[in-house]
């Protein structure tokens, strides 16, 4: 992980300048609030990754044999934003094969040493967990109507890669800088020297989830920015197993945009501004003409309908598991009808306004046609 350290020395210096640049961007009343916002976060920031540090080179001495475990045929499941990649990952991760990086590893514990740290303390901090679940946040809450979250719940595993500064959710601080766009082009738009160290840093982390969790089980991942990863993906792990999910534009769209509403709020106090909207509406486009890309018509790589979740979640679900090559065993036939008759029951709380993206007729004109609107009619092979 050598060359990841010096990757992140360099990247957490560059984090301090660009708090400084960005600091007083946007309106001046809301100029506390950013204070605030930008104080609180990257002190907090910049300690954790100090601790993942601590913790890899702990690694490095207590458990150097992670380096021996054989990650076999990875499963990832990516595609577009807002199409359905968590409900199946979470599905997914039911299975006792497949095992998945949790909220508290992502962002607490990327290095084994941290793991065993705060699963020995984890006993003493339960009752406090407790508390805490029923406290009401009014930005948690908010969060939650788009994503559900949980410490121990699975989930994307680009958090663990804030350590080389290689996770895009920091681009809502930093809404300009291009380091954070380049990595929803990666496979087009990272360089090589960068690519590598990257993708050396993140089989690293995998092998250390393995480690921890058992070398006898596949890693489950779940990315949606990793459908412009695909091809870097697939060259680093040539048994990996991709599931690309897809929605039509018309959805996905009003979605995106509306689930980085609370936390730019959050941090500038106003709705998003014109240039990052636009900014994310060419990053979606990006991944739909992904979509029609030769490496998604690679025999690894699976397209799913989200509206083939909905419908029929069960035979979805065994399409999946049959293009990973993963037994449907008694045990996870169990927990997949327990999830079939609990999301026929779901209705979402993430409420969006469909129309106010349809009134930018510059933005549909960006994305395939056949992917907006009534044109979508993908169906999944079975």
């Known amino acids: 992980m050598g060359n990841g350290f010096w990757l992140a020395v360099g990247q957490m210096c560059q984090l301090c300048f660009w708090t400084v640049r960005y600091l007083p961007a946007g309106h001046w009343k809301h100029l506390p609030r950013r204070a605030l916002a930008f104080g609180l976060a990257i002190p907090v920031y910049l300690f954790f990754q100090c601790l993942h540090w601590l913790g890899f080179a702990l690694d490095e001495i207590l458990f150097r044999n992670y380096r021996k475990v054989d990650i076999q045929q990875p499963v990832f499941v990516t595609g577009i934003p807002r199409s359905g990649t968590t409900h199946l990952q979470r599905v997914l991760a039911r299975h006792e094969q497949l095992t998945s990086m949790q909220t508290w590893e992502c962002f607490f514990a990327p290095s084994i040493s941290e793991r065993y740290f705060y699963s020995a303390i984890g006993a003493i901090f339960k009752p406090a967990g407790r508390l805490f679940s029923h406290v009401n946040i009014p930005f948690l809450e908010k969060m939650r109507s788009v994503h559900k979250l949980g410490l121990n719940e699975a989930e994307e595993d680009f958090i663990a890669l804030m350590p080389v500064n290689a996770c895009f959710l920091l681009v809502v601080l930093f809404p300009e800088v291009k380091h954070y ?202």
């Open 181 to 382: 766009w380049a990595l929803t082009g990666f496979d087009q738009q990272v360089s090589e020297s960068r690519k590598a160290t990257i993708l050396r840093f993140y089989r690293r982390i995998i092998q250390k989830h393995l480690y921890f969790h058992g070398t006898d089980r596949r890693y489950l991942c779940k990315n949606p920015s990793f459908l412009s990863w695909v091809g870097s993906l697939s060259a680093e792990f040539e048994d990996a197993r991709f599931v690309v999910c897809e929605r039509e534009v018309d959805a996905t769209l009003p979605s995106q945009i509306s689930s980085l509403r609370p936390a730019w709020q959050l941090v500038y106090g106003e709705d998003l501004s014109a240039a990052f909207s636009e900014r994310i509406i060419q990053m979606m486009a990006g991944y739909y003409h992904y979509l029609d890309s030769h490496l998604v018509n690679h025999p690894s790589v699976m397209l799913m309908p989200m509206h083939s979740l909905v419908q029929d979640l069960q035979g979805s679900v065994a399409v999946v598991l049959s293009h990973c090559k993963v037994a449907l065993s008694d045990q996870f036939a169990g927990c997949l009808e327990e999830e079939a008759a609990r999301a026929k029951s779901y209705r979402s709380s993430h409420k969006y306004n469909r129309s106010g993206v349809n009134t930018m007729a510059h933005a549909f004109a960006m994305f395939p046609k056949h992917y907006v609107g009534r044109f979508y009619k993908r169906e999944v092979a079975k």
